[in-house]
């Protein structure tokens, strides 16, 4: 193993790496139905769509699976953002009608963004 | 029977329309029922397998007393009692061994009715109750911890093998 990691970048090898393990991460994925770069977002604390060796273990080790992850109110607040006004209905998930844009509020979505050169 | 998502192609198959997954709220992954139609009249057997290959011809719904399974285009109305669904499920939970969910028990005594899942009202109530949103981040973290411990020298090879270059820096994307 080096001695020195870098970060996983989304496509190439994040990708990458969940693909050669299939088994590891089956359950990790199950229903989930979006681009995995983007279901990744609740791990990327440094906001840069990339993964270090610690963000990395931090999605391994959830034992929750990623779609429910997404669905989850409570990721939100780890950027910066309020849960009530990302879950307006408050019922603690994050429909796809709360992930849209709107005027004065950084929605998960319209962070999509951050990271992109 | 099984928990394999792979196994949701099945319903093409011959006989896999009476193949069912179950959701349990105790499980990540979801249960598989066999539907024992031989009780019920021919001509309706037939209308759920021909509705099965439809998609939103059947509808499924769970309640505190059993499993209604309503064939929408005939308007047959097929019902499972509580018993032989928990039965099913207990027999399937044997047979595809998991581990309950990390929040199972902080959750459970919300469930007044002891159904097997919430109600609107009462993940409310989950979400107001500092005790129990306490007891699932608790759970939460001892869980993934326990997974970390159990796995992290796996998890540090499968990254190093994936970080290809090694140098800190993100591979310029390829078809991105």
């Given at each position: 193993?080096?001695?020195?990691?870098?970060?996983?970048?989304r496509?190439?090898?994040?990708?990458?790496?969940?693909?050669?393990?299939?088994?590891?991460f089956?359950?990790?994925?199950?229903?989930?139905?979006?681009?995995?770069?983007?279901?990744?977002?609740?791990?990327?604390?440094?906001?840069d769509y990339?993964?270090?060796?610690?963000?990395?273990?931090?999605?391994?080790?959830?034992?929750?699976p990623?779609a429910e992850?997404n669905l989850?109110?409570?990721?939100?607040?780890?950027?910066?953002?309020k849960?009530?006004q990302?879950?307006?209905?408050?019922?603690?998930?994050?429909?796809?009608n709360?992930?849209?844009?709107?005027?004065?509020?950084?929605?998960a979505?319209a962070?999509?963004?951050?990271?992109?050169? | 029977?099984?928990?394999?998502?792979?196994?949701?192609?099945?319903?093409?198959k011959?006989?896999?329309?009476k193949?069912?997954?179950?959701?349990?709220?105790?499980?990540?992954?979801?249960?598989?029922?066999?539907?024992d139609l031989?009780?019920i009249?021919?001509?309706?057997?037939?209308?759920?397998?021909?509705?099965?290959?439809?998609?939103?011809?059947?509808e499924?719904l769970?309640?505190?007393?059993?499993?209604a399974i309503?064939?929408?285009?005939?308007?047959?109305?097929?019902?499972?009692p509580?018993?032989n669904?928990?039965?099913?499920?207990?027999?399937?939970?044997k047979?595809?061994?998991?581990?309950?969910?990390?929040?199972?028990?902080?959750?459970?005594?919300?469930?007044?009715?002891?159904k097997?899942w919430?109600?609107d009202?009462e993940?409310?109530?989950?979400r107001?109750?500092?005790v129990?949103?306490?007891?699932?981040?608790?759970?939460?973290?001892?869980?993934a911890?326990?997974?970390?411990?159990?796995?992290?020298?796996?998890?540090e090879?499968i990254?190093a093998?994936?970080?290809?270059?090694?140098?800190?820096?993100?591979?310029?994307?390829?078809?991105?």
């Amino acid at each position: 193993m080096p001695t020195t990691m870098g970060k996983l970048f989304r496509r190439p090898e994040l990708e990458a790496a969940v693909a050669a393990h299939p088994k590891v991460f089956r359950e990790k994925l199950r229903g989930m139905n979006q681009p995995l770069v983007r279901a990744m977002r609740p791990y990327a604390l440094e906001a840069d769509y990339s993964y270090s060796l610690s963000e990395f273990k931090t999605f391994a080790a959830d034992p929750r699976p990623l779609a429910e992850v997404n669905l989850s109110v409570d990721w939100v607040t780890k950027f910066g953002l309020k849960v009530e006004q990302c879950d307006t209905n408050d019922d603690g998930m994050i429909s796809p009608n709360e992930r849209k844009p709107r005027a004065g509020i950084a929605t998960a979505t319209a962070d999509d963004s951050r990271g992109k050169k | 029977m099984g928990g394999e998502l792979s196994q949701l192609k099945d319903a093409d198959k011959p006989g896999g329309a009476k193949h069912v997954l179950y959701f349990d709220r105790r499980f990540v992954s979801a249960l598989e029922l066999e539907l024992d139609l031989r009780s019920i009249p021919g001509e309706t057997a037939r209308a759920f397998d021909t509705a099965q290959q439809k998609v939103g011809a059947t509808e499924f719904l769970p309640t505190p007393e059993g499993l209604a399974i309503l064939i929408c285009e005939s308007g047959h109305l097929l019902w499972i009692p509580k018993e032989n669904v928990q039965n099913a499920l207990g027999d399937a939970a044997k047979i595809y061994a998991q581990p309950e969910r990390f929040d199972l028990a902080a959750l459970r005594r919300f469930d007044s009715a002891h159904k097997g899942w919430l109600t609107d009202d009462e993940r409310h109530a989950t979400r107001r109750d500092a005790v129990c949103q306490q007891e699932i981040q608790a759970a939460l973290e001892s869980s993934a911890r326990t997974s970390l411990a159990q796995n992290g020298p796996q998890w540090e090879t499968i990254f190093a093998d994936a970080d290809a270059n090694h140098d800190g820096k993100a591979v310029p994307p390829s078809g991105t």
